[in-house]
């Protein structure tokens, strides 16, 4: 379903209707983009529809907003490439604690971030309906899995009705399904419309060449188990059919942790696992120096070696009756980057996993390539570092 728009914006002033004309005069006689433009748009209203069917209307394009998840950093920067925090008025404190790579890579380039107001979570009740009063934010952006606390405590209402929208986007939950329409629904929020529907477009190529694929392939699936943030949980934390696990399954896999329990993620017991003896394990790290709960984890992002990654996917190895298995005997037991579940650009991991899963088809496929000419396009920091490991590579 994509975010439905309908407009209302103020009337222009006739010396910005003379300056826009000229403006893409020129445009149009020097032959260049008229993305190339970016004037300040004056703001009006818009009515959208977000990935829950709320209908909400927002003054548009949002100037200042609040990221209820850090996090959403990778969908701001895909769309406000020029400077992704520019809008930015306050965020969760979940990219540095959750994916600490990336935002050292942002720091670097853009260090006024570290200026940027923290809010709390809406998951622990701490989101500060006062404080976001204070930053007279246009919108509060909020990620699919934080929208039930954030109903359920009436903090979505309590914003409604101190003049604060609130609109719900997903890249978690239903990547597969709710990835375009987010991407969509953000650029029209932002303004962005032509950047927007340049990465969905690319995304969609991207996911297509591998769903084309496998539905053509007649070899039995592999068995996987994903153990989901390996060090920083106790074990076994894995995906079912929503996220990763939906990711794994799409490429060709059979997710053994499929219907085991409700809602997007859970725990299943080692015991499961070792009886399972999945043909393939995966599991999932991050950067999570400052994560409360970061013991042995598996480190990933662009500050990350392939040596690291792979001594502490060994590490793994060491649980009782896990030498035995039979990912790790063959050297099908893996790590990829946790944060792919929650960014746009979770079609490398897709790829990857079907390169796992059918190293013969998938073997002129280049996820690391793709993912590359993504931040070359889209992003305004450059490719580097390790989000992805095999046991034996």
Aim: glycine share 8%; net charge neutral.
């Amino acid at each position: 379903m994509h975010p439905i728009v309908s407009h209302s914006r103020g009337r222009p002033t006739r010396v910005a209707v003379l300056a826009l004309a000229l403006a893409l005069a020129l445009l149009v006689q020097a032959g260049g983009p008229l993305l190339a433009w970016a004037a300040p748009a004056a703001q009006g209203t818009i009515t959208v529809t977000d990935v829950v069917g709320r209908t909400v209307t927002v003054k548009a394009p949002v100037q200042r907003v609040i990221l209820a998840e850090g996090r959403q950093t990778y969908i701001v920067a895909s769309l406000d490439t020029d400077n992704p925090f520019q809008r930015v008025v306050a965020w969760g404190d979940d990219l540095r604690t959750a994916d600490y790579d990336t935002y050292v890579k942002y720091g670097e380039k853009f260090p006024s971030m570290a200026e940027i107001p923290v809010m709390g979570s809406p998951q622990s009740g701490t989101f500060s309906v006062e404080k976001a009063v204070s930053l007279q934010p246009d919108l509060v952006l909020f990620s699919l899995d934080s929208y039930a606390p954030a109903r359920d405590s009436g903090l979505i209402d309590t914003l409604a009705g101190v003049g604060i929208p609130s609109v719900i986007i997903d890249f978690r939950q239903q990547p597969l399904e709710t990835t375009v329409p987010s991407i969509l629904l953000v650029g029209r929020l932002f303004g962005r419309e032509a950047n927007a529907q340049a990465v969905a477009d690319f995304y969609t190529q991207q996911v297509n060449t591998v769903f084309a694929r496998v539905e053509k392939i007649k070899d039995a699936p592999p068995t996987i188990f994903i153990l989901r943030a390996a060090g920083l949980l106790d074990c076994c934390g894995t995906f079912g059919r929503a996220n990763l696990g939906i990711l794994a399954e799409r490429a060709g896999g059979t997710n053994i942790a499929a219907g085991l329990f409700p809602g997007w993620s859970g725990t299943v017991n080692p015991e499961k696992v070792l009886t399972a003896d999945p043909d393939i394990i995966i599991a999932t790290g991050s950067n999570w120096v400052y994560s409360p709960n970061a013991q042995n984890y598996v480190p990933f992002g662009y500050n990350t070696t392939p040596e690291m990654a792979r001594t502490a996917l060994r590490g793994l190895t060491d649980q009782p009756g896990w030498s035995g298995l039979k990912a790790v005997k063959t050297g099908r037991f893996y790590g990829v980057w946790h944060q792919f579940y929650n960014s746009p650009f979770h079609f490398a991991v897709l790829q990857q996993f079907a390169k796992w899963n059918f190293p013969e088809q998938f073997a002129d496929i280049d996820p690391e390539a793709n993912l590359r000419t993504y931040h070359e396009r889209f992003l305004p920091i450059s490719y580097g570092g390790t989000f992805w490991v095999g046991l034996n590579d």
